[in-house]
């Protein structure tokens, strides 16, 4: 349908519809989406899994096979099994007027890396030691300033302002 | 070797599928795009390893819709996948942050690759209904009629895909495209409602008009015409 004849891609999956995939009747051609519709993301999974095992979040209409497509085609990733499930998202938090405030649900799928490759979901936030920069190096030294000012008396001994004499 | 963010501003280029390589004639008259493929597979759904754990990570614009019309098919279905790995990157990001009670470097690059993607679509869709125009003449992809409902309404009725005819679909027919007549009250007062409001909005112009016109009759248009 769209542009079959110039962009001869293969597909690597379906896609989300409103209206829901077009029909299939015996000797149709074989349907073809070309941009697909389907984001993923990968998350750190809760409990521990498998070395070779990958945890994703996948959209409702997404099946295990379309997502064995997806990560061949698109991000030529050896997948040897995908199982999933369907997490229900709670309904039972409730806002300021008692109404009950819907977390959507999601769709969690478990991939393993065929060839016995492995994968561990990496640190993204590592703590990182900043050298003063050329930016912030006349901030930090006000600051540096603002905190000896505001330094107690050290004759006190460690005890607070607020104390009498 | 990461693929580079490839945001409008940044630098554009591709390398051809090796594998699979479709047959074009027609490529010396293109100019030839290049870029390295990353193969590295699951390390795409994250970021360069440099930018772990900055606060900001720099970005361009996105994606117009007029830069969009100046692209081939192929660079638009190449943009879109490459546009799709850096969504779900930043999703998983997201979700790492979220569950990580952390804030997400530059949120708004997600925005912006969300506002790219819609763009690309509406020119695919544009490119679609120019070539079915010309082909057909069909000026909707999904056929349709307009027809009154049960409630006396006119509405654009969409059709649906069935393998049988409509004569022998039972859910279809069961369907009412007509309005009984005691509806006829009903519609005719949702039309005096309708033309009450019309009749509201056009009273509220024309005062308005009338003050603006007491008030600086030296604006006037009328008066404008009249010098000239």
């Given at each position: ?36 519709n ?12 498998p ?16 997502l064995?497509?997806y ?5 030529s ?9 369907v997490?229900h ?10 109404v ?5 649900d ?60 | ?10 630098g ?14 027609s ?50 279905h ?9 969504r ?11 569950r ?51 409630f ?34 009903f519609?005719r ?5 309708q ?18 016109q ?8 009328a ?6």
């Open positions: 349908m769209e542009f079959s004849h110039i962009a001869p891609l293969p597909s690597a999956g379906g896609c989300r519809l409103d209206i829901g995939y077009p029909l299939y009747q015996l000797g149709n051609p074989q349907l073809r989406v070309f941009r697909t389907f984001f993923i993301q990968m998350v750190r999974p809760g409990t521990v899994q070395e070779d095992t990958v945890q994703f979040r996948i959209p409702m209409e997404m099946t295990r096979v379309d064995r497509n990560l061949e085609r698109i991000y990733v050896p997948v040897a099994a995908v199982r999933t499930r997490q998202g709670s309904n039972r938090k409730r806002d300021h007027r008692n009950r405030v819907k977390k959507p999601y769709k969690v799928a478990y991939v393993q890396l065929a060839h016995g490759q492995t994968f561990t979901f990496p640190d993204l936030f590592p703590e990182k030691k900043r050298s003063p920069s050329g930016e912030d190096s006349v901030q930090e030294e006000l600051l540096e300033e603002q905190r000896k000012r505001q330094s107690r008396d050290p004759r006190r001994g460690g005890v607070p302002e607020w104390f009498g004499l | 070797m990461f693929p580079k963010r490839l945001f409008s501003n940044a554009f280029s591709f390398n051809l599928v090796p594998k699979n390589k479709p047959s074009v004639t490529l010396h008259q293109c100019r030839v795009l290049h870029t390295t493929l990353s193969r590295k597979g699951l390390e795409e759904f994250f970021d360069d390893p440099k930018n772990w754990g900055e606060e900001k990570v720099k970005s361009g614009a996105a994606w117009t819709c007029q830069q969009l019309r100046n692209k081939s098919n192929e660079d638009l190449k943009l879109w996948y490459v546009l799709l790995k850096e779900n990157m930043l999703l998983t990001l997201e979700q790492e942050a979220k990580q009670i952390l804030p997400m470097p530059s949120p708004e690059r997600l925005e912006k690759v969300i506002e790219s993607m819609d763009a690309l679509d509406k020119v695919v869709q544009e490119r679609e209904d120019a070539i079915r125009l010309l082909q057909t003449g069909q000026e909707k992809a999904r056929p349709g009629a307009w027809r009154k409902d049960i006396g309404r006119i509405i654009w009725h969409k059709f649906k895909q069935w393998p049988i005819p409509w004569y022998l679909n039972k859910r279809y027919n069961r369907k009412r495209f007509f309005a009984m007549p005691y509806v006829e009250r519609d007062l949702r039309r005096e409602k033309a009450r409001i019309q009749t509201r909005k056009k009273s509220l112009e024309k005062k308005k008009a009338k003050y603006l007491e008030k600086f009759p030296h604006l006037s248009e008066q404008k015409s009249s010098l000239v």
